[in-house]
C-alpha cells in the first residue's frame, strides 16, 4: 500500500509540472518579442510600429529641440523582451520655444535685419534682385512668410530689391540723406557698392546723420563703385577730417588776400593832388571786411531750428489681419514725443494686408488694437 501512495505522489507531481509548464510556455515565454526600436521616429510612425507588435502604447510630450512629433524617447528600451499586451511610454517632442516671425517685407535691409534680431532670429541667405518699382536696398520677401509662429533658430532668408541695377550692371545709389552713418552704410553696401565717410562740422544737423552723398541719390553707378557719404559732426569736433559744405567749395579757387588788399592801398598817380578823402582806401577795406560778422549771424539760426524741428523720420508699419468670421474694427495709434494719434481707424476683414507709413520724431511707439483688443505693439527708432 505504501509504494500505492508514492505512486500517486509522484503522478500528481508530473501533472502539476506539465500545467505549470504548459501555462507558462502558452502565456508566459511563448508570447515574449523583443521590443521594436522607434526613437527618432514620428510619432504616428512609432505607434503604428508598437501597435502592430501587439503591444499598447502611451505618449507623453516633452520641450526638445528636435523637430516637433519626433520620439525623443521609449520605456522600456529597444530589444527588452516584453509580454504581448504591455503598455509602452513614448517621450515624443512638442518641438523648442516658438515665437511669432516679423513681417519684413518693404523695409530696408538694414532695418529688417535688426527687426529680426530684436524679435530673436537671424538672417540667412540674401538673394539680390533687380526690381525698378522698388528702392535699392528694399526688402521683396522672406521665408519664412510671416506672420508666423516658428522655433528661435530659424532662420530667415530675405530677397533683397537691387533697384533698377542688373546683375554685374548699374547700380542706382541708395537714398541714405537723414540717415544715422551705420544705418547708411549697411544700406550703401547691401546694394554691392563700397562707403567712404567725409565729416563736416554743423550746427544745424545732428551729429552722425548724413548730409550728402556723391554721387547723388538715384544716380546710377556700376556695382562696386565707392559713395562718399557726407557726415554731420559736433562743431567742436576736431578728431575727424572735415569734409566740403557744397560742390562750389570743392571747385572755387583760394582767395589771394594779399592781392586784395594791395590794390585796395594802391597810391596815388605821381604829380596828383592829395585827396582829402584818404581814409576811403580804408572805409573801402572796412567795407569788404564787413560780410565777416554776418557769416556767425546764420549760426544762431539753425542752432535754434534744431531746437524747435527736430528731423522727422517713417515708421512702415506692416500687419497682416488673422483670420476673422466678420470684419472688425481696426485701429493702429502712434505715440512719439509729439503726442498721441490715431493713423489709421477702419473695419478690416480676415487676412487683409495693412501697410501704413507712420512719420515720428525720435522714437516712436505703434499699437494696433483689433476689434478693441489689444494685439500687437512695436517701437520704431532711426
Known amino acids: 500500500m505504501k509504494w500505492i501512495r508514492w505512486t500517486m505522489l509522484l503522478l500528481v507531481l508530473v501533472i502539476a509540472g506539465s500545467a ?6 502558452v502565456f508566459m515565454g511563448g508570447r515574449t518579442i523583443p521590443m521594436p526600436a522607434v526613437e527618432g521616429m514620428m510619432s504616428a510612425q512609432a505607434v503604428e510600429t508598437i501597435q502592430k507588435a501587439g503591444l499598447l502604447v502611451r505618449i507623453d510630450q516633452v520641450t526638445s529641440q528636435l523637430p516637433s512629433g519626433t520620439v525623443v524617447s521609449q520605456w522600456p528600451g529597444a530589444s527588452e523582451k516584453v509580454a504581448r499586451g504591455r503598455l509602452v511610454i513614448l517621450k515624443v517632442s512638442r518641438g523648442g520655444e516658438k515665437k511669432p516671425l516679423p513681417d519684413v517685407r518693404g523695409m530696408e535691409f538694414n532695418e529688417a535685419k535688426a527687426k529680426l534680431a530684436e524679435a530673436g532670429f537671424q538672417v540667412g541667405d540674401v538673394l539680390r534682385l533687380a526690381d525698378p518699382q522698388k528702392p535699392a536696398g528694399s526688402v521683396l520677401a522672406q521665408s519664412p512668410a510671416a506672420p508666423a509662429m516658428v522655433p528661435l533658430d530659424t532662420r530667415v532668408d530675405l530677397l533683397v530689391s537691387r533697384g533698377t541695377g542688373a546683375e554685374g550692371g548699374p547700380v542706382a545709389v541708395p537714398d541714405v540723406v537723414g540717415k544715422q552713418e551705420a544705418a547708411a552704410r549697411s544700406l550703401v553696401e547691401a546694394v554691392g557698392l563700397g562707403v567712404e565717410v567725409r565729416y563736416l562740422a554743423s550746427q544745424a544737423t545732428a551729429p552722425g546723420i548724413v548730409v550728402s552723398t556723391v554721387p547723388r541719390t538715384g544716380a546710377q553707378v556700376p556695382a562696386g563703385s565707392r559713395i562718399a557719404l557726407t557726415v554731420a559732426t559736433a562743431p567742436n569736433d576736431q578728431a575727424k577730417p572735415p ?14 588776400k594779399a592781392a586784395e588788399t594791395k590794390q585796395e592801398v594802391a597810391p596815388e598817380p605821381t604829380g596828383a593832388a592829395p585827396r582829402k578823402a584818404t581814409p576811403e582806401p580804408e572805409q573801402k577795406a572796412t567795407a569788404a571786411q564787413a560780410p565777416a560778422p554776418k557769416m556767425e549771424a546764420p549760426v544762431a539760426s539753425p542752432q535754434a531750428a534744431v531746437k524747435t524741428e527736430e528731423p522727422r523720420h517713417t515708421a512702415k508699419v506692416r500687419y497682416q489681419v488673422p483670420p476673422l468670421s466678420r470684419p472688425l474694427p481696426l485701429k493702429i495709434e502712434v505715440v512719439d514725443p509729439e503726442g498721441t494719434r490715431t493713423v489709421l481707424e477702419r473695419e478690416v476683414k480676415g487676412g487683409e494686408s495693412i501697410a501704413v507709413n507712420v512719420p515720428y520724431v525720435r522714437e516712436a511707439a505703434v499699437t494696433v488694437y483689433l476689434g478693441g483688443e489689444f494685439v500687437w505693439q512695436d517701437r520704431y527708432r532711426p
Open 243 to 256: 569734409a566740403p559744405s557744397t560742390e562750389e567749395d570743392l571747385e572755387a579757387p583760394p582767395r589771394n
Open 20 to 25: 505549470a509548464a504548459a501555462f507558462y510556455f
